[in-house]
């Protein structure tokens, strides 16, 4: 059972405006949660996270916002630039509160193309 | 400093051939990692390290072994391949409290 899921497959944005990613959870024991960015043919990079006992990081372009009550989390990027288009994705953590297993449980991606 | 080396970045095998996938981080980290990415699919988490001298299952580690040679190196092992173990292999890297992996550049393997 998936417990990390991001619904969109892929997403295209025009280049400026404004791309909207997203990603529901349903192990309620997750307390943190990250955005990894991900080129073809390289290893994931770190973007952006958040803890749950927030509902809002920002960073530059690059916000991440937390409705725990609806298990839900997005990713705004304002504005879309060309070398965003990459795969992001939605990760999270019950390392201090789950007491199982290290490591983190990903969904599997969404396809984010920035149109010029 | 280099951060996460994976090696090779490639490599096919056979059906029932070994292999060992070598990972080596320079970031003084204490947790290391193992995933796999298949296509269309997230990371899995294959095996892991808390420290050295520890190793513990994730999620899919049926087929794999796993050694913690020292702080800076991780090795993943197939003893006997099988073309359901076609993946992209990623070595990660934590530091202490922070939740942040760090990863390597992947080796993409296939078995035929």
């Known amino acids: 059972d998936q417990q990390v899921k991001q619904n969109s497959p892929s997403l295209s944005v025009q280049e400026g405006r404004i791309s909207i990613l997203n990603c529901d959870y349903t192990?309620?024991?997750?307390?943190?949660f990250l955005w990894y960015k991900k080129y073809p043919a390289e290893g994931p990079t770190f973007l952006i996270s958040?803890?749950?006992?927030?509902d809002k990081n920002e960073d530059g372009r690059f916000t991440v916002f937390l409705n725990k009550s609806a298990k839900h989390l997005s990713l705004h990027i304002v504005p879309s630039q060309p070398g965003d288009s990459a795969v992001y994705f939605c990760a999270a953590s019950d390392m201090y509160s789950g007491g199982g297993a290290d490591g983190l449980t990903f969904g599997k991606g969404t396809h984010l193309i920035i149109q010029p | 400093n280099a951060g996460v080396t994976q090696t090779p970045k490639f490599q096919v095998l056979k059906t029932g051939q070994s292999m060992t996938l070598q990972c080596a981080q320079d970031m003084n980290h204490n947790s290391m990692y193992w995933y796999r990415q298949d296509p269309g699919m997230g990371l899995r988490l294959i095996y892991y390290?808390?420290?050295?001298?520890?190793?513990d299952k994730g999620e899919v580690p049926n087929g794999y072994n796993v050694s913690r040679l020292n702080k800076r190196e991780f090795s993943l092992r197939l003893e006997s391949a099988a073309p359901s173990q076609t993946s992209v292999y990623f070595c990660?890297?934590?530091?202490?409290?922070?939740?942040?992996?760090?990863f390597g550049p992947g080796t993409r393997l296939t078995v035929t």
């Open positions: 990660a890297s934590r530091e202490g409290q922070d939740y942040e992996q760090y």
């Open positions: 390290s808390a420290s050295e001298g520890t190793t």
């Open positions: 192990n309620s024991m997750f307390d943190y």
């Open positions: 958040i803890s749950s006992i927030k």
